[in-house]
């Protein structure tokens, strides 16, 4: 099935000569990917979206945006020579550090060790949201895989995003984990559209059961509405996939967690967005810089 955008041209993203074309017909609609701890499976979740999404004609982008041990290049395979530090240090554009992925997914590739957004000099800051403005109506969607946890740099990309898809898995810990990231996130009362992914479930009822718990507490302690969007099973291709540094929806198609995250991508992409409140890049980078002084930690 083909979920493209309908415009008066098909965008590539991969520049010819240093500058990024960008469609005025719409702007990007921008999700950030996030969880309460590490080793959920949200950054693999988030590739292998971004590929299913663009093997089905859907511009994508995703910047990985976690700042202390960014790896989306390594589960593609990929092997950047430059990466936000570089770009946030004015070395390279990011046309120079961008990496087409399978599919032409576009990789923004991240950079281990760098301080988080908000620990940025101004200076430097601005240099990196200038940039990436670029991609606004050039991509479709620009996914942003977040650091695991509940910080202050995570709490910033998803108020920026203004739409999560939060990861979790049956474990106590990570329920409590990711209850606990949706309590940081109403504490700003900013409009966050989340919907929640349960993975590796050994049976549907299990994540389902998950979802309900999570769900009805988040509405009832907090005020907010959590979105089921769907469960992944456990599935021993997904590992497989990791060792071959390749995307698991490319290359076990057929696997039970492939066709799960087929049909999650789907509604993820026809979900209830209305057009008219998708800021788009534009109003991510606007937002980022507008939202640093409001969070406290």
Do not use: C
């Amino acid at each position: 099935m083909i979920l493209k955008r309908q415009t008066t041209a098909d965008v590539n993203i991969v520049p010819q000569n240093g500058n990024f074309p960008v469609a005025q017909q719409y702007r990007s609609r921008v999700i950030a990917v996030a969880s309460g701890k590490g080793g959920v499976g949200k950054t693999n979740l988030a590739v292998n979206i971004g590929v299913s999404l663009a093997r089905r004609g859907l511009r994508v982008a995703i910047l990985d945006a976690d700042l202390g041990t960014a790896n989306v290049d390594v589960l593609l395979g990929l092997h950047p020579r430059y990466h936000l530090h570089h770009l946030v240090t004015g070395q390279k554009v990011l046309s120079e550090i961008i990496v087409p992925g399978p599919f032409n997914l576009q990789v923004i590739p991240g950079a281990s060790g760098l301080p988080d957004l908000a620990d940025l000099p101004e200076v430097k800051r601005r240099t990196l949201l200038e940039a990436l403005l670029s991609l606004d109506g050039a991509v479709d969607l620009l996914l942003v895989d977040t650091s695991a946890g509940v910080n202050r740099g995570v709490v910033q990309f998803i108020l920026a995003a203004g739409e999560l898809m939060l990861v979790t898995t049956p474990e106590p810990t990570a329920i409590t984990d990711a209850y606990a990231l949706i309590k940081v996130l109403a504490n700003y009362h900013a409009p966050v559209s989340t919907k929640l992914v349960v993975n590796n479930v050994e049976h549907q009822g299990e994540g389902e059961l998950t979802a309900r718990k999570l769900t009805a507490v988040a509405e009832r302690f907090l005020g907010r509405q959590v979105e089921m969007l769907g469960t992944l099973p456990h599935d021993k291709y997904l590992t497989k996939a990791v060792r071959m540094q390749a995307p698991l929806v490319q290359h076990y198609p057929r696997a039970s967690i492939s066709v799960a995250i087929e049909n999650l991508s789907e509604r993820l992409w026809s979900g209830s967005v209305v057009e008219k409140n998708v800021t788009g890049v534009d109003g991510f980078f606007k937002r980022l810089l507008a939202i640093k002084e409001k969070i406290s930690w």
